[in-house]
């Protein structure tokens, strides 16, 4: 397990990645729109009802399109999307972690929070996405932190690349750094275990990924307890 794995959003300082060295990483994981910010990217993932017309218009023999039929599978086998949270930035990172099994997974442009006035994405203002009122979203930073946890369970570090306010827990790095950075220093598997298990007795189950198709047997506040418990166990560790 050796790959560094960026993934890149939309959020106003995307482009702060135009400059990075392509040595720095192995992955280049770009969300929506955000392939327009470098033509090196690998992996192109977005839900199913991104627009065609914002599709790159091609795509080297090296570049991959990653799609919901890809992510939705790798987001069951760490708990599914209700739980994981439903946004491109946190449905990307469980694919990754998948796929990829890497020891670094870097963000960049996905703090998630979204300003009143000015830029809300690198090109212009968009729809924030993650904001939507969405049972999985309840609390972005308790997803944050199960992704955290997750990860170090499976002795990948999240770093958040961005200097700017971020939904994010994670501890922050320079692009520069990726190459150096080690495995967690607590890998909580006990701890996520615990917590996936009392994901699993809600019985909440949407192998499709449309969680939305279940809702009337879905409690929001037991979704709301579940948040708490990783947030919890991300402040313990």
């Not at 990948?156 to 501890?171: A, K």
Request: glycine share 6%; aromatic share 10%; with cysteine.
């Amino acid at each position: 397990m050796q790959d560094v794995v960026v993934i890149l959003g939309s959020g106003p300082n995307a482009t702060e990645a135009q400059g990075w060295s392509r040595d720095m990483f192995d992955h280049l994981v770009v969300l929506n729109n955000a392939w327009r910010i470098r033509s090196d990217w690998s992996h192109f993932i977005h839900p199913e009802d991104f627009p065609e017309e914002r599709h790159p218009p091609s795509q080297t023999s090296a570049q991959t399109e990653v799609t919901y039929r890809d992510y939705v599978p790798q987001n069951n086998a760490f708990g599914g999307v209700l739980f994981a949270g439903g946004t491109m930035a946190l449905s990307a990172a469980y694919w990754a972690l998948g796929a990829f099994k890497p020891k670094v997974l870097a963000f960049i442009g996905c703090d998630m929070v979204y300003p009143t006035v000015g830029h809300t994405h690198f090109y212009g203002t968009g729809a924030a996405d993650p904001l939507r009122e969405d049972v999985s979203l309840q609390s972005l930073e308790a997803k944050a932190a199960r992704l955290g946890l997750i990860a170090a369970a499976h002795g990948c570090n999240c770093v958040n690349l961005s200097r700017l306010e971020s939904v994010l827990p994670f501890e922050r790095f320079h692009s520069a750094q990726l190459r150096d950075l080690s495995a967690p220093v607590v890998q909580p598997v006990f701890l996520v275990n615990k917590i996936r298990q009392a994901e699993s007795a809600l019985g909440y189950d949407a192998p499709s990924g449309r969680y939305w198709e279940i809702l009337d047997q879905i409690d929001s506040d037991k979704i709301a307890q579940i948040d708490q418990m990783w947030l919890q166990a991300y402040a313990a560790t």
